[in-house]
């Protein structure tokens, strides 16, 4: 059973700095496509980033680009999302999510909430 767990939410002043991680277990890591979405109160999920076991990621969301890095370990089955010059634009709760390429079946985390405030 594949499961995916975030971790390194909270709460961070506009500027600062936070990395999410998220931890995949069940299945074979680099069978899976990793995302990062996010959720703000009253707005759609969006895709934020995504890493593939081959090395390619990339980051959506053009307001994003240039503050948030989506990196993958291999070796530990993890993936992070480090999150730079964070605005209050930014404060959601942000999923990790597992696409599976042989299966195509989707894995969702439990969320891991980020508020940007003074």
Same mark, same amino acid.
């Given at each position: 059973? $594949?499961? #995916?767990?975030? &971790?390194?939410?909270?709460? $961070? ?7 999410? &991680?998220?931890? %995949?277990?069940?299945?074979? %890591? &680099?069978? !899976? $496509? *990793?995302? /990062?979405?996010?959720? @703000? &109160?009253?707005? +759609? =999920? ?9 090395? @390619?990621?990339? #980051? !959506? ?5 240039? =503050? %948030?890095?989506?990196? =993958?370990?291999?070796?530990?089955? *993890? $993936? !992070? ?7 209050? +634009?930014?404060?959601?709760? !942000? ?6 390429? =042989?299966?195509?079946?989707?894995? /969702? ?10």
């Amino acid at each position: 059973q $594949v499961q #995916v767990v975030e &971790s390194g939410g909270g709460l $961070v002043q506009p500027g600062g700095s936070l990395r999410l &991680s998220c931890e %995949f277990s069940g299945d074979t %890591f &680099s069978l !899976y $496509v *990793m995302n /990062w979405y996010r959720q @703000a &109160s009253g707005k +759609e =999920r969006e895709l934020v980033a995504g890493s593939t076991d081959g090395g @390619a990621s990339a #980051v !959506y969301v053009d307001s994003l680009k240039g =503050r %948030f890095t989506i990196s =993958r370990d291999h070796a530990n089955h *993890m $993936v !992070y999302l480090q999150m730079n010059g964070l605005t209050p +634009e930014d404060t959601a709760v !942000y999923y990790c999510n597992a696409y599976g390429l =042989r299966d195509r079946n989707t894995y /969702w985390g439990q969320g891991t909430q980020v508020i940007v405030s003074t």
